[in-house]
RNA sequence: CGGGACGUGGCGCAGUCCGGUAGCGCGCCUGAAUGGGGUUCAGGAGGUCGCGGGUUCGAAUCCCGCCGUCCCGACCA
């Protein structure tokens, strides 16, 4: 019977499991429309939690949100080369409204800098109006062939942010601070430890003259690609003509930049730190942090019970984002399984024994050695050690999936041979020499599906690096490489 | 778009070969007992079997057409 209710093993086969793991969790269902995904309530306040985040650092750093439309006259897509190459042929088109045929179709945005770009150039007039540093919130839909929950689906919620500078080098360094705050926030925030880099010039962003990206390494030792942040050059500013005038008088293309992350990141989340009971938080972006489960026989201890739980809640309500479970239809097993299927990070079980005791007994949602996971505490220091160990257990996961993806990095080879061993058996991150050649990356593919997933920075970039390419030519710089989603 | 499979209560499936008007598990509702790891018993609600046409006294089942979904490729935040 239990066996019925359990989740495919992450062993046996991974993406059933992760599909399980959304079910269970409650993050996401499917809908009536093909690829696009319902975001439940559970999923959508993770990704609330993952908005302010970002939100505040954002604003921290000088950025504003602003709006802009869905819709896209197609003419406008078509006005950079690259840009409208590169995402036409995933773009849904609205060809009618009200009844009638449109003059001119309208793209639903799959990004939005051909709606965003001939707009800010009537706010960008003077050097004064520099840099304008922009960020919105919204959803864009690519018609993707093969979709995932979260992972690809032809609506997707994200962020945007859009900015103009008036020196290259400006553009650069927003390009620098945005993939600086992502990988902050996949780090403190997520416990999703990426590697941060440069894109080569075949896989970057439409239009863009240098894509950073960051990448994190799921369990199953495949890249997901969690966030980008381009330098985008002059491109957009001479195809939507975005000029400013400098203190000299003279008129001057601006230098741009665009970056996002989208809901893709819960199903890195998922992957990150999920096991075979469903999904794991990190505290600091679980909706319920900690949840209480009384447990009684007679009616008095019932009483007795949900008084102490409704004390220990109101001890910890503000500081903890705290849930008493006291449904009476379940019984305690019950409530465990589910909450363990939404990964709250703490239970704490308070039943008839700890109330006379003076005592609740706290469950942690995981652990490094099976045997701390359940442990007796005093009541009167529950509020204050609860808090702490919820600190500890998000320490916790990082410093895992740090260990988690170093074990799985493959340093300086060389060998060709070796390295389809390793992406046949564990796979993981493959540092080696490279030629630069994309028809070396397109073999690599065909024999292995692995792909470069970028050019590490001076942070994850190895002492040095093997002289030749895995294909043998001379090498002229270090890469990663890995399967990727 | 190429290769493979599948559409039957909310979910997962059996029944299809060999036509006789639908069944199981989970979930849901009611009641009682139970309650420290998915509790049990009793009662109950819920399906024009993807859509359209055909064969037949009779179609979930056979035939034709269409639509949709999933998996493996190509594409991708």
């Known amino acids: 019977m239990a066996e019925d209710k359990a989740l495919t093993a992450r062993s046996e086969d991974f993406s059933a499991w992760y599909n399980e793991v959304v079910q269970r969790a409650e993050l996401a269902g499917y809908s009536p429309v093909r690829g696009c995904m319902v975001i439940r309530p559970h999923g959508y306040a993770i990704w609330e939690l993952m ?25 406008f897509l078509q006005r950079e080369a690259e840009h409208v190459e590169g995402f036409a042929p995933e773009t849904a088109l609205v ?35 520099l840099p304008m540093l922009i960020n919105q919130w919204a959803n864009v839909v690519r018609w993707e062939m093969r979709t995932r929950p979260f992972l690809r689906t032809l609506e997707f919620l994200w962020q945007e942010g859009h900015t103009a500078h008036a020196t290259e080098e400006d553009a650069e360094a927003e390009t ?30 439409a239009g863009a003259v240098r894509t950073y990206a960051c990448e ?37 293309y601006v230098w741009s930049t665009s970056w996002g992350v989208s809901t893709r990141l819960l199903g890195g989340l998922v992957m990150t730190h999920g096991d075979d009971l469903g999904l794991v938080l990190p505290p600091r972006l679980a909706p319920i942090q ?15 019970v949900l008084e102490a739980s409704a004390r220990l809640k109101s001890q910890l309500e503000g500081n903890v984002r705290v849930r008493l479970d006291d449904r009476d239809t379940l019984n305690p097993g019950a409530k465990y399984y589910e909450w ?15 109330v006379e005791k003076g005592q609740v007994t706290v ?54 041979e070796e390295f389809k061993k390793i992406i046949a058996s564990v796979g993981g991150f493959i540092y080696t020499g490279y030629c630069g050649a994309k028809e070396c990356e397109t073999r690599v593919k065909d024999d292995t599906k692995a792909t470069v997933r970028l050019i590490p920075n001076e942070d994850f970039a190895s002492e040095s690096y093997p002289e030749r390419c895995i294909c043998g030519r001379k090498a002229v710089q270090e890469v990663v490489w890995a399967r990727a989603y």
Request: aromatic letters at 10%; zero cysteines; a negative charge.
């Open 363 to 416: 469950v942690r949602r995981f652990a490094g050695e099976a045997k701390l996971r359940k442990r007796v505490i005093a009541a009167s220091e529950a509020p204050v050690s609860l808090a702490k160990l919820l600190e500890e257990m998000q320490q916790e996961l990082l410093d895992a999936a740090i260990r988690r993806r170093e074990e799985h990095s493959y340093r300086g080879v060389t060998d060709y």
């Open 290 to 304: 900690l949840v209480i489960v009384p447990i009684w026989k007679s009616d008095r201890q019932r009483t007795e």
């Open 176 to 205: 620098l601070l945005i993939l600086g705050i992502y990988r902050k926030f996949m780090e403190e925030w997520m416990a999703m430890p990426p590697l941060t880099g440069v894109k080569t010039e075949w896989d970057r962003f």
């Open 51 to 75: 908005q302010a985040a970002l939100d505040r650092m954002f604003k921290e750093t000088g950025h504003q949100n602003a709006y802009f439309p869905l819709f896209i006259p197609q003419s």
């Open 216 to 252: 994190a390494l799921m369990q199953d030792n495949w890249a997901l690609q969690a966030g980008t942040s381009h330098n985008l050059g002059q491109n957009f500013a001479r195809a939507f003509d975005v000029k400013y005038q400098t203190e000299e008088g003279e008129h001057e």
């Open 340 to 354: 363990e299927g939404k990964g709250v990070p703490i239970r704490v079980e308070i039943g008839p024994n700890d």
């Open 95 to 129: 060809t009618h409204g009200g009844g009638k045929q449109l003059e001119e179709p309208l793209v639903v945005r799959p990004t939005s800098e051909a709606i965003i770009w001939p707009i800010m150039a009537d706010w960008i007039q003077s050097y004064r109006d």
